[in-house]
């Protein structure tokens, strides 16, 4: 078998490998296999994952022979019937196999794992194959690109991941870093905060909720996320937010916005706009005179010899063909379609003609995807 040979079977298995891992992180079967910590039998985790056994059985076959979980067995007397085998079956004997979740796999695996799992990014393929692989296939021809509607399953995904990545780093680890912890000393005295591309408005209430001194406010076009966003601003009693639902390409041509914040964010939101070169403008002149704006998105170069080595670009790529780019061209194919990989040169490029001048880098301990560029405003 050629090299060439192998790698084509590897890619068909770890493919497969996927979509069943998916599978078993969103039904719960890794933590099931976690929490029984020593081999079992099928019937043992059908019963503590609440799931059919027959199912449990296919589903092992695969993560067995990718080895994903341990296999082992123990021969019982069979009554009733004979079994022939080999000579590590003795005749008369059943072999009842058991399968262990080792635990370094489990650190990766389960939600429990916290900034450590990876098993929870199995489950974007499938959902992007779901969303949008007609329309993709469609897009390669007519150039078009798709809209945000096609996507309800994975940006609902999506949601919850950063949400969860905002609960667990953003008031602790990420906020003290910006700017040399000048804008937290700034939130605890009151500034003015501003998210652009604020989806469901999880960090801008956090940011509310621990800095009560501050005003913050978050503009997203999607109608339903900022219903949520409202609704939870309502349930949590804050009374120092507003959500707006306006296209962030157009909001820094809007008088009662221009210089009026002190601190703006946007998590992995401007390599999806349609028109990031205007929307970084906007912010540009959103922001006020000393201003920090804070853009935090994906950690890669911007050619793809660049990405050669990168350890997930194969991945990053085909999220962003299934979804960053098209979203990113829009419906008529006219947007930019930057793409995920857009990358640290192009990045620097629109940064510098919206008029920032001075961008700093910074790489993140808590995220390994990403990178924070932190452009200041001093003069």
Request: charged content about 25%; hydrophobic content about 40%; glycine content about 12%.
């Amino acid at each position: 078998m050629s090299d060439f040979q192998r790698k084509m079977c590897d890619i068909l298995n770890f493919g497969a490998l996927n979509l069943a891992m998916a599978i078993g992180y969103k039904h719960g079967i890794f933590e099931a296999m976690d929490a029984i910590g020593d081999y079992a039998p099928v019937d043992t985790i059908s019963r503590k994952s609440g799931l059919d056994p027959r199912y449990i059985r296919e589903w092992l076959g695969v993560m067995a022979t990718g080895g994903i979980v341990e296999i082992s067995w123990r021969e019982e007397i069979s009554r009733g019937h004979e079994i022939s085998g080999k000579d590590e079956i003795s005749r008369g004997q059943a072999r009842e196999e058991l399968y262990r979740l080792p635990e370094e796999h489990a650190a990766l695996l389960t939600r429990g794992a916290g900034a450590a799992n990876l098993g929870v990014y199995t489950q974007e393929i499938p959902l992007l194959t779901c969303c949008a692989m007609d329309a993709v296939e469609k897009g390669f021809k007519s150039g078009e690109g798709i809209p945000f509607s096609f996507y309800p399953s994975f940006q609902s995904f999506m949601s919850q991941i950063s949400n969860a990545k905002h609960r667990d780093v953003l008031v602790d680890k990420f906020l003290p870093q910006v700017d040399g912890g000048r804008i937290l000393a700034g939130l605890e005295k009151g500034i003015r905060v501003c998210d652009i591309g604020c989806g469901e408005g999880v960090a801008l209430n956090l940011m509310a909720q621990s800095f009560p001194k501050s005003g913050f406010t978050g503009i997203d076009n999607d109608p339903d996320a900022i219903e949520t966003a409202r609704n939870s601003t309502r349930d949590m009693g804050l009374g120092n937010v507003a959500y707006l639902i306006e296209d962030a390409a157009l909001v820094g041509e809007m008088d009662d916005f221009k210089n009026r914040f002190d601190y703006i964010t946007a998590f992995d939101a401007i390599h999806d706009q349609t028109r990031p070169l205007e929307t970084l403008k906007g912010i540009r002149k959103m922001l006020a005179n000393p201003g920090v704006f804070s853009m935090v998105d994906i950690n890669a170069g911007s050619s793809h010899h660049d990405n050669i080595h990168h350890p997930m670009g194969p991945f990053l790529y085909t999220v962003s063909l299934m979804h960053c780019m098209p979203v990113g061209l829009g419906e008529d194919g006219r947007g930019s379609g930057l793409g995920m990989m857009w990358g640290r040169e192009r990045a620097l490029e629109l940064l510098g003609e919206a008029g920032f001048t001075h961008v700093d880098i910074l790489e993140m301990a808590h995220d390994g995807f990403n990178v924070h560029y932190q452009c200041k405003l001093n003069f």
